[in-house]
Structures are given as structure tokens and as C-alpha cells.
């Protein structure tokens, strides 16, 4: 996959295929399969940041995907750019999920506000 060939919307639709890919993995609990598609999923963020910001925020438009992996991905990933839509998204999935989800959702924004993590 030569992502440095792609458009930034080949980009983010690749990024949300995988999230998708990334979801029934997530529910159920296979971890290393998941953590693949994750390392996709941070090269495609890599060469949206060698891009510029214009390019990053474009994950923002996952924002409103009906995958909730799909839109937890997006958020973790452009907190640096668009920090409190960012958040308010992952805000609202600890709202609607009672699991994998919500627990990680959560311990985002948690370790976000108390500023042990500071995305960039």
C-alpha cells in the first residue's frame, strides 16, 4: 500500500475501512489481529500529518461515522489538532457503550485532562 500515492480522501476512507475491520476484533478480544490494522491506521496518520493540519483534520469527518470504532479511532487520532471536538466525541461514546469502548473512550479522556498525555 503506497500511501504517499493516495489521496487524502483515499486516506481517510482507508482509515475507516480498517476501523471497521478493526471492530468485531475489538468485541472480540483479539488483540493481535486488531493491533495490525492499528499500525495501518497510525501510518496513514503519519502521512496525514507529513501532509499538514488541512490534511489531519480530515479525520474529523469520521466524527459522525455510525462505527463507534470508527469514530473512537478518528478521535484519538486528531485530539492534537481538534482537541475538544475530539474529546466531546469520546465524551460520548463512554455515554453510549458499556465496554471495550467505553473503557477506552474514558481512560482517554481522563489521562487527556489530567494531562499525563498530551497528543501533538
Same mark, same amino acid.
Given at each position: 500500500? #503506497?500511501?504517499?500515492?493516495?489521496?487524502?480522501?483515499?486516506?481517510?476512507?482507508?482509515?475507516?475501512?480498517?476501523?471497521?475491520?478493526?471492530?468485531?476484533?475489538?468485541?472480540?478480544?483479539?488483540v493481535k489481529s486488531a493491533n495490525h490494522l492499528i499500525r495501518q491506521q497510525n501510518e496513514i496518520s503519519k502521512e496525514l500529518r507529513r501532509r499538514g493540519i488541512a490534511a489531519r483534520l480530515e479525520l474529523t469527518k469520521l466524527f459522525n461515522h455510525p462505527n463507534i470504532q470508527v469514530r473512537m479511532?478518528?478521535? #484519538?487520532?486528531?485530539?492534537?489538532?481538534?482537541?475538544?471536538?475530539?474529546?466531546?466525541?469520546?465524551?460520548?461514546?463512554? #455515554?453510549?457503550?458499556?465496554?471495550?469502548f467505553r473503557l477506552s473512550a474514558g481512560m482517554t479522556v481522563a489521562l487527556v485532562e489530567d494531562g499525563t498525555i498530551n497528543p501533538t
Open positions: 500500500m #503506497k500511501l504517499d500515492k493516495m489521496t487524502v480522501d483515499e486516506l481517510v476512507s482507508l482509515f475507516a475501512s480498517l476501523g471497521e475491520r478493526q471492530y468485531p476484533l475489538t468485541l472480540n478480544d483479539e479511532n478518528a478521535a #484519538k487520532w486528531s485530539i492534537g489538532i481538534a482537541r475538544e471536538p475530539a474529546l466531546n466525541v469520546l465524551r460520548q461514546i463512554t #455515554k453510549e457503550d458499556f465496554g471495550a
